[in-house]
Every structure is written in C-alpha cells, then in structure tokens.
C-alpha cells in the first residue's frame, strides 16, 4: 500500500506548537500561494489531516509548509496547516516557521535579519533576532487588518445574548469583550470556553452568512475563530484573550492574527494610537508585543497595517509516516 513519509522539526510558539514539515511536502499548482491554498485544500487536505489530528498531532496541532517564492524579491512562500483548516494566515505559525527555517538553515534571507514571506493573505514583511544560533525573537509586520462589523449580536444557550464585533487580521475573528452575561475569560475555565464557542461560531456564521468576506480575496470568507477577552494577569499588559479555533482547540500563545484583529477593532474605537504598544496576553499567561504601525486604506476602509513581536522554541526532530493500510493513517478527533 502506498505510504508517505515527512521529515517534521517541532517547536512551539510561546506555548502553541508549529510542525514545520522539512521534507514531504506536496508540489502544488497556482501562481500565488493563495491558488496554491485552494490546491492543497483540494488535493491535498489528507496530508493536514494525518500530521495535524490525532494519533501523529493532536487538537491544538499547527503545521507549515515552506515553497519557493512565486516573486525572486522575496524569500520564501509558506503554507499554514492545522487542525482548524489550511489558514490565510497564521501569526504564532509564522513566528515558529521562521525561528526553525532560521536555526535549522533552511533558507537563507537575501537580507540578513529579515525576511519577506509569501503566504497566502498577502506579503508578510519580517525581522528577526539571532544570537550566535538561536532566534531570540521575530517581528511580523502583517498583512492590513481592520474592523469588518460592530455592535452583532447572538444567543448562546449558555450565556444569553452576547454583543460582538467582527475584525479580520489575517483571518476573521468575532471579539467578545466583558459584558452583562459575560463577564471576561478570568472567570471562566479554558473548557467552558470551548465548550461555548463552537455553537456560537456555527449561530454567527448561519446568522451573518457571506457578511465577512475578504474584499480582495473572497475565499478568505466567513468568521474561523473567537477571541474573548478580559483582564491581564500581569499589570502590565494591555490586555488579555482566549482564542478558540478548530473544533476545541484554545490558542495556547496570544495569537498573531488575533492580536492583529483585536489591535484592528481597539483603533478602529478610538482605544490604540498609532504606534502605541500593545502587550496581549495568552490563556496561559504568555506574551506578544504589538503595534500599529500604519493607517492606510482596504477597499475603501479604514485599516492598519500591525505588527506582531514574539518568540519561539525548537523541541523535536522527527520522521512521520502515512500508511494507507493504517486504518487512522489520515487522523481522527474525539469530539
């Protein structure tokens, strides 16, 4: 029977974990990673399936997939992988494929210190920070992210009715900040929350169905992901979240493109300057540094263009295998 195998580096970002898959990886059609995306998705989805779900990964499992550049100018392109689906983008994914495509020599950067990435939200403008062979710490400069609806409402059958707001970031996000039936993710426990989350995503999306589609990309569509809010564990911090994606994963790091959402709706608001900090806190208690690092336009709205500075962490070598003669070789969840 046919078997595949894929040589994987395992790390984690600030407590999520990247599987960058070194070798294995499927050659795709498309001149853009965009197309090639919707390739891999139509061909390929097995090969996510089997790394990212249970019994090679498990329901938190992110993966990537680096590719030559489809533009000689930039440094390599990337394909996000994981148990929620193959994503536009991915903030925490990108921070771990670059601190392992950095350490473990994989590409070499046209510019030492930085890196432009293709993904297929768009072009990911990138610096890093190595001392002697470690990455100390990656800055994504991301792709435009603004405020794509505010003040929806929903009915959860277990908190009542929820306001929220609607932000893209490289994904849609619904924010759910503290509120009469909810009153922040500091009292509520990680498996409330998904428990939540999953009906009141599906509620959203038949409720809102085709009101948040990419305007230049339209099969970036629909809300992915929840983040809910509430207060820092640290004084310091500027704020707090629980990302929910997958069928009942919680983000274990703050979240890139989620951070870049939330930074989206606080500007949007009135609440984040151009070129203020912002320190957002992971479930877990670890950090991203954020900032608005410009003011531009998206089809004619109001957008930022962010940034997101955090770190990451190499564990693990291995070599996995996909065997069709295993009657699990292309993953499973337990619901």
Partial sequence: MPKSTFVCIDAHTCGNPV??????????????MSEKRQDFLKRFDWIRKGLMFEPRGHDMMSGSILYPPHNPENDFAVLFIETSGCL??????????????????????KVSGRI??????????????????????????????????????????NLGELKF??????????????QKNFSGIQDFEANQLIQYSKLIRDRINKKYPRMFVHPEDETINGVSHLLWTGKPLD???????????????????????????RMAQLHAKGKLKKGEEFIHESFIGSKFVGCVENEVTLDGKAAIIPSIKGWARIFGHNIITIDDDDPYAHGFQVI
């Fill in 165 to 178: 707001d609607v932000a893209y970031g490289g994904n849609f996000y619904a924010i759910i900040d503290p």
């Fill in 19 to 32: 599987r960058l898959i070194k070798e294995g990886g499927p050659r795709l059609i498309g001149d853009s």
């Fill in 235 to 261: 004084s310091n911090s500027s704020g707090r979240n629980a990302v929910f994606y997958g069928d009942k994963a919680i983000d274990r790091s703050p979240c890139g493109t989620g951070t870049s959402a």
């Fill in 88 to 109: 536009p983008m991915c903030g925490h994914g990108a921070i771990g494929t670059i601190t392992i495509a950095i350490e473990e020599e994989l590409i070499t950067p």
């Fill in 116 to 157: 432009k990435m293709e993904a297929p939200a768009g072009l990911v403008n990138i610096e890093y920070h190595k001392t002697r062979d470690k990455v100390e710490w990656v800055k994504l400069t991301n792709v435009k992210s603004y405020l794509a609806a505010e003040n929806l409402t929903i009915a959860s059958p």
